[in-house]
């Protein structure tokens, strides 16, 4: 199994907690209905999980461990949501009986596991047949921005080779495709969207979070004692995040890969 290489600093979660349907999950949106019950694998804070939780009969939460369960924990509490229940599961071998859920959903999860390919016939397996499987994952490697900054171009290299080392893929999104294929799914859609940060409010905001990211973040300390970056070069990192938030020219996409997997 992969370690998780974003962690869960307040950096992070500043990042994950902006997610909703809307902006993470339109893909998935037209499949949903009232009866549905959905699993969601690597729930996070839990935003997306409680949108799911509004207009669908039932949702299970999955993470790794307590403390990152927790969170989608306790937003659900926070919004008086009953229609959800929460377990620890490793998406390789889901404790889930066989067809247990109508739609299995996991938002950014498979770059960061071990074998995306086992973790796909997993939640095959627990899908109900004619039910769907739906996974969106960004792909870093083409990530675009301007102005062109060096210290960003080796944000991005040093970002790619932590996730590897991780037992990752952070260029993901481009292989959705073929790793549902390869889990033995026949019917497969797949799509794509992007996200764009290009307004000041925007700008200040994913700069600012990858300004404090690449210093705070479990990934700073992994480059750090790695040795794959000093904390020098960190620092210089999260100051070209800054410059290219200031620069009212900046703009960023980043691009994400969309299943649906018919079962």
Same mark, same amino acid.
């Given at each position: 199994?992969?370690?998780?290489?974003?962690?869960?600093?307040?950096?992070?979660?500043?990042?994950?907690?902006?997610?909703?349907?809307?902006?993470?999950?339109?893909?998935?949106?037209?499949?949903?209905?009232?009866?549905?019950?959905?699993?969601?694998?690597? $729930? !996070?804070?839990?935003?997306?999980?409680?949108?799911? +939780?509004?207009?669908?009969?039932? #949702? @299970? &939460? %999955?993470?790794?461990?307590?403390?990152?369960?927790?969170?989608?924990?306790?937003?659900?509490?926070?919004?008086?949501?009953?229609?959800?229940?929460?377990?620890?599961?490793?998406?390789?071998?889901?404790?889930?009986?066989?067809?247990?859920?109508?739609?299995?959903?996991?938002?950014?999860?498979?770059?960061?596991?071990?074998?995306?390919?086992?973790?796909?016939?997993?939640?095959?397996?627990?899908?109900?047949?004619?039910?769907?499987?739906?996974?969106?994952?960004?792909?870093?490697?083409?990530?675009?921005?301007?102005?062109?900054?060096?210290?960003?171009?080796?944000?991005?290299?040093?970002?790619?080779?932590?996730?590897?080392?991780?037992?990752?893929?952070?260029? $993901? !999104?481009?292989?959705?495709?073929?790793?549902?294929? +390869?889990?033995?799914?026949?019917? #497969? @859609? &797949? %799509?794509?969207?992007?996200?764009?940060?290009?307004?000041?409010?925007?700008?200040?905001?994913?700069?600012?979070?990858?300004?404090?990211?690449?210093?705070?973040?479990?990934?700073?300390?992994?480059?750090?004692?790695?040795?794959?970056?000093?904390?020098?070069?960190?620092?210089?990192?999260?100051?070209?995040?800054?410059?290219?938030?200031?620069?009212?020219?900046?703009?960023?996409?980043?691009?994400?890969?969309?299943?649906?997997?018919?079962?």
């Amino acid at each position: 199994m992969a370690s998780y290489t974003h962690g869960h600093h307040e950096s992070v979660l500043r990042s994950h907690n902006t997610r909703d349907i809307a902006n993470s999950a339109a893909y998935l949106r037209p499949h949903l209905t009232a009866a549905t019950r959905l699993l969601d694998v690597g $729930a !996070g804070p839990g935003t997306i999980t409680a949108d799911f +939780a509004g207009i669908v009969a039932h #949702v @299970t &939460a %999955t993470e790794i461990d307590e403390n990152a369960l927790s969170l989608s924990r306790d937003l659900a509490g926070e919004r008086g949501l009953t229609n959800l229940a929460f377990s620890i599961e490793d998406v390789h071998a889901l404790s889930f009986p066989d067809a247990s859920f109508d739609v299995v959903h996991a938002h950014q999860v498979l770059q960061h596991v071990g074998d995306p390919v086992q973790a796909l016939r997993e939640m095959r397996r627990v899908t109900a047949p004619g039910g769907i499987v739906a996974a969106r994952d960004a792909d870093y490697a083409g990530f675009i921005w301007f102005p062109i900054l060096p210290e960003l171009d080796r944000w991005l290299t040093l970002y790619q080779a932590a996730a590897r080392a991780n037992g990752g893929e952070p260029d $993901a !999104g481009r292989r959705l495709l073929a790793w549902a294929r +390869a889990a033995g799914f026949e019917e #497969v @859609t &797949a %799509t794509a969207s992007t996200w764009c940060y290009a307004s000041p409010s925007e700008r200040a905001w994913w700069g600012g979070m990858w300004a404090d990211r690449i210093l705070e973040s479990a990934l700073a300390r992994q480059l750090v004692d790695s040795e794959l970056a000093t904390r020098a070069e960190l620092q210089e990192i999260s100051d070209a995040w800054k410059r290219w938030a200031d620069d009212g020219d900046g703009w960023y996409l980043v691009p994400h890969g969309e299943i649906i997997a018919r079962v």
